[in-house]
C-alpha cells in the first residue's frame, strides 16, 4: 500500500518510493537521505502533529509536515 509520510502513524514502517518536491526541498531532502529505496520509521509526532521524528538510515531526523507530504511511500507490512 502506498501514502504519504505525512499520513503515517508512530510505528509504521515503509519505503520511500518517490520524491515529488522540487528545488531546495527535494536538494534538502535528498542531502538528509530521504532518497528512493531508504527504510523509513516513524517515531513521534509533536503535541499539534507538527513535526514529525524519523528514523532514516540509522539516525533521528525531523521533518515538517509540509516537507513529508512530498514523499511517497511504500508501507511495510
Not at 26 to 46: H, Q, S, W
Request: charged share 30%.
Amino acid at each position: 500500500m502506498e501514502k504519504t509520510l505525512d499520513s503515517f502513524e508512530i510505528g509504521d514502517v515503509g519505503t520511500v518510493k518517490r520524491v515529488f518536491a522540487e528545488g531546495q526541498i527535494k536538494r534538502r531532502l535528498f542531502d538528509m537521505g530521504i532518497t528512493p529505496g531508504a527504510e523509513v520509521m516513524m517515531r513521534k509526532r509533536a503535541p499539534l502533529g507538527d513535526p514529525i521524528e524519523l528514523t532514516v538510515r540509522g539516525y533521528e531526523l525531523t521533518l515538517r509536515k509540509t516537507e513529508a507530504a512530498c514523499v511517497m511511500m511504500e508501507v511495510a507490512k
